[in-house]
């Protein structure tokens, strides 16, 4: 077993701290930085939290790192194809169930249920539309074993069903707060609005460290979470400025901002700057013509 450096090696399980280990996911990528980090809490009695993506390799290095454990609880922090997927072999295989806070339908704000309806669909990271829990769990909810004791938190914004995971003073932070990177908010599954509030219930937890599904552990979480924070703000800024040189749509808005950007990410950024769009129209800053859509022109209100 690996020490409590951050190096990890696909599928050879490293340990953050005692009761907790990591297992690095085989699936690198843009969005996924090193991979899907797949943790296992506890010492006899197991939690396994995100099981991750479709991968027998993945599946194999967990049930090896389990061994004789007994695994009680699979929780799912949400949905995305590099998540939930194996949740459901790896329940098969040890008897666990699932629990997460629902489907990709649960915890859709108003508006974005709106612009489902009108045919917007998903991007970026992909949607496991066929990942149903066992057990739903609410906001708030304590699970405890004689091993360990968490607290779902229910933290919407990268996606409607989004759950943090509440650990004494740490958190498991899935995929809203992370160190690598800003967390993607592409809608109608994302919600800036529902983003922005949930950085500030992870704030005012004031907690010791994240443990992110992708990439390091985070020591400074309050420090990050209000560079997320500002990060967003800066983002907000250079939408509104762009659109006071004439009316946009947001493909040329994210060509103005995104000047130097690596061509592969160019789609997540104009999600990232949609849901801006869709931020700044509920709050009355901006409006669409002719009406609300990816597609739509943009222009300041009257007001603004």
């Not at 991968?55 to 949905?79: E, F, K, M, P, R």
């Not at 304590?142 to 650990?167: E, K, M, R, V």
């Not at 390091?216 to 983002?235: E, F, G, Q, S, Y």
């Amino acid at each position: 077993m690996q020490t409590l450096e951050f190096a990890p090696i696909a599928g050879q399980p490293l340990m953050l701290c005692d009761g907790l280990r990591m297992i690095l996911a085989p699936n690198p990528s843009p969005m996924t930085y090193l991979g899907t980090n797949t943790f296992i809490l506890g010492k006899q009695t197991l939690c396994v939290i995100d099981p991750g993506p479709d991968s027998t390799d993945h599946l194999n290095a967990i049930l090896a790192a389990i061994g004789t454990g007994n695994v009680s609880h699979i929780i799912v922090t949400h949905n995305h194809l590099d998540h939930s997927p194996l949740a459901k072999p790896l329940s098969e295989a040890t008897g666990a169930k699932i629990y997460a806070f629902g489907d990709h339908h649960a915890g859709r704000s108003a508006i974005m249920k709106e612009l489902s309806s009108q045919g917007l669909a998903g991007g970026g990271e992909g949607i496991d539309s066929r990942f149903k829990p066992d057990v739903i769990l609410q906001d708030g909810e304590i699970i405890t074993t004689n091993d360990w004791t968490l607290t779902a938190l229910h933290t919407p914004g990268h996606i409607g069903n989004h759950l943090s995971l509440i650990w004494g003073d740490a958190v498991f932070s899935g995929d809203h707060v992370m160190g690598w990177a800003s967390s993607l908010v592409s809608p109608p599954d994302g919600d800036l609005t529902d983003f922005m509030t949930s950085c500030a219930k992870l704030h005012a937890l004031n907690s010791r460290i994240l443990y992110p599904a992708h990439g390091a552990p985070i020591t400074a979480p309050n420090a990050r979470i209000d560079w997320l924070t500002n990060h967003r703000l800066t983002r907000e800024a250079q939408v509104l400025k762009a659109l006071l040189r004439g009316p946009k749509t947001t493909a040329k808005i994210t060509s103005e901002i995104y000047t130097d950007i690596d061509p592969a990410l160019l789609a997540a950024a104009e999600r990232n700057v949609f849901a801006h769009l869709v931020d700044l129209h509920q709050r009355a800053k901006i409006t669409a013509t002719p009406t609300l859509s990816t597609d739509a022109k943009f222009n300041p209100s009257e007001e603004n």
